[in-house]
């Protein structure tokens, strides 16, 4: 009994600090991300201002001027317009032998009388993959694993929400993976043992690159399917004038360009 209290324990000290290091490396990414790194070095220069006038009012320029063109929808319909066109538009689906949702994010409940629900980013996803289901029939997957403070997956939900109130059955519900390359790693693994090489993926535009990088990488063939895509950027003045919602998808797409990057580097 003493052996397998000390064991369980072990395991238990290993689980804490897998998840105190995803929690380190989660946060130090999201530092060099906006608009944390340019709020960062507004704060540094403030600071710096106290000894070396020059510099800390270049680092003041440098960061609130990107803080600025980040937060415009100029600058952030560009980003993720640069990552569109990466891939085609809605492609022939000859072939295609099943439909692959990925997941996106989730609002935390309290695990009792406020369950979690899916965040609108899954939402429209599901909308598109609802639509794409009732034209073509195609088995359905849907893929999302368990994000930090949440009580259920977002493999489970997406499949409880296509089941209960679109009607759509979900043959496959992968529960298991933390980023998009864990989505085609684990989704890839049950497509083969049934023999599915050439599959519809539904996602947004700007998230197909690294989407389809990563099913490509796993030996599926991926046909992408977009939710939406964003405009060609404009230049009226409008788009100059920042926004939250221009700084959470300048956001988006720089997470895609560095997460595509550091795929490329790593797998």
Known sequence: MADIAAY???ATNITDHAVALRDMLNL??????????????CLL???????????????MLVGSSCLYLSA?????????????????????????????????GLH???GQGEPDTLDGLSLERL???????HDLKLPVAVTGGLMAGAHASLGGLMKKELEQNFGVP???????SETTFENAVFTAKMLRSENISTVIVVTHGWHLPRTLWSFKHEGIRALPWSVE???TPSMFIGDFLPSVASLQNTFYALHEIIGLAYYRLRF
């Open 229 to 231: 895509r964003t405009t």
């Open 45 to 59: 220069a403030a600071i710096m201002g106290l000894r070396w006038r020059r510099t800390s009012l270049a680092l």
């Open 127 to 133: 909308d598109a993959a609802v639509r794409l289901y």
């Open 72 to 104: 415009t929808p100029f600058v952030a319909d560009y980003l993720l317009y640069a990552l569109e066109i990466q891939v085609p538009g809605h492609s022939d689906l000859t072939g295609a032998e099943a439909i692959v949702v990925l997941s996106a």
């Open 28 to 41: 130090s990414y999201s530092f060099v991300m906006p608009p944390t790194i340019f709020i960062a070095v």
């Open 108 to 110: 935390v409940g309290n």
């Open 8 to 10: 369980t324990n072990s």
């Open 170 to 176: 979900v043959r496959w519900s992968e529960e298991e």
